[in-house]
């Protein structure tokens, strides 16, 4: 069975940092394509990042360009997405994706099979 389980979230001021993971557990980590989006109250999931398996290639949401870095630890099967000088508007629950379908595109939520429960970041101004 797998399992994807977000962790750190929370509440940051405006202008703060934070470092989200995925733990994956139950399916091969090294060598899928994975990805965060993250969905607020009313509104589609959309992409944030996206890092292929052998972490060479990153993309990422215009909005987080310059202010975000995913990475991975195969080793450790973790997935991590940092984000730094937070604005209001990144408040959201934060999911990451993996069982990539290669069918179509890396940032379209269709492509992806596992998603963990999310985790919130609340961004206060």
């Known amino acids: 069975q797998v399992q994807m389980v977000e962790s750190g979230g929370g509440l940051v001021q405006a202008g703060g940092s934070l470092r989200l993971s995925c733990a994956v557990s139950?399916?091969?980590?090294?060598?899928?394509?994975m990805a965060w989006f993250r969905q607020t109250p009313g509104k589609e999931r959309e992409f944030v990042a996206a890092?292929?398996?052998?972490?060479?290639?990153?993309y990422y949401t215009d909005s987080m360009k310059g202010r975000a870095t995913i990475s991975r630890d195969n080793a450790k099967a973790i997935l991590y997405l940092q984000i730094d000088s937070l604005k209001t508007e990144d408040a959201a629950v934060y999911y990451c994706?993996?069982?990539?379908?290669?069918?179509?595109?890396?940032?379209?939520?269709?492509?992806?099979?596992?998603w963990g429960q999310g985790t919130q970041v609340t961004v206060s101004s």
């Open positions: 994706a993996a069982g990539r379908k290669y069918s179509g595109h890396y940032s379209s939520t269709r492509e992806y099979k596992y």
């Open positions: 890092i292929s398996w052998i972490a060479i290639r990153t």
């Open positions: 139950g399916r091969p980590f090294s060598g899928d394509d």
